[in-house]
């Protein structure tokens, strides 16, 4: 497994693509030091993750703040989720399904079914596998949470629709432009596409 280094990430995306160079260029000062930062638990990413689901970032905030609040602490705990009631979670905005999909987790994580540390040794693919099983989580997700919880460094998640804009944009791609056309000019990202996704974000 490749070790994102920020500095040879930069370079091999500068050199493969004048496109990305020019994002490097902006902003590569804000992000050059984001996999130096503090991790947060992957438990409490994944439920963040699924919380901000088809939210906009101000909601899911929002939303995770309030279940933060109720449940105490800085980071979400499968015991903890466990124990606050189904009204509590609706009253801090939990939808019906999203509430199924946190429970679901929980008693995964709990029963031992779920285990991050032995997740984290799999690969990129059998961690997807893994965590599409569950309930409300889909590729996207999945990819989201091996980019934030796990850091893996050849994360392409063109599920998201900001990501696939950012293209658009910067690639002068149609809005119909098919899935294989993305993917052909990301492959001059590899092994880097994560970083190439964080450019992506930021220059939106």
Known sequence: MIKITPNAAFKHLQKSDPVMA?????????????????????????????I???????????????????????????????QLKDHTLRNCGISENKLHYIRTLAEAVINGELNFR????????????T???????GPWTAELFLINALHRPDILPL???????????????STDTKEHIYREIAEAWRPYRTIASQFLWSGF
């Open 118 to 129: 032995l997740l984290k040794t799999l690969d990129d693919d059998a961690i997807i596998g």
């Open 159 to 173: 599920g998201d629709l900001i990501l696939r804009k950012s293209m658009q944009r910067h690639y002068q791609l």
């Open 22 to 50: 020019g994002l490097v260029n902006i902003h590569g000062p804000s992000l050059a030091n984001i996999y130096t930062r503090n991790r947060t638990s992957s438990f409490h990413i994944l439920i963040r993750t699924i």
């Open 52 to 82: 901000n689901q088809q939210l906009s970032i101000k909601a899911g905030q929002t939303i995770v703040s309030r279940l933060l609040e109720k449940q105490g602490g800085k980071s979400f705990k499968a015991d903890n989720l466990h």
């Open 131 to 137: 965590l599409i099983k569950y309930p409300g989580i």
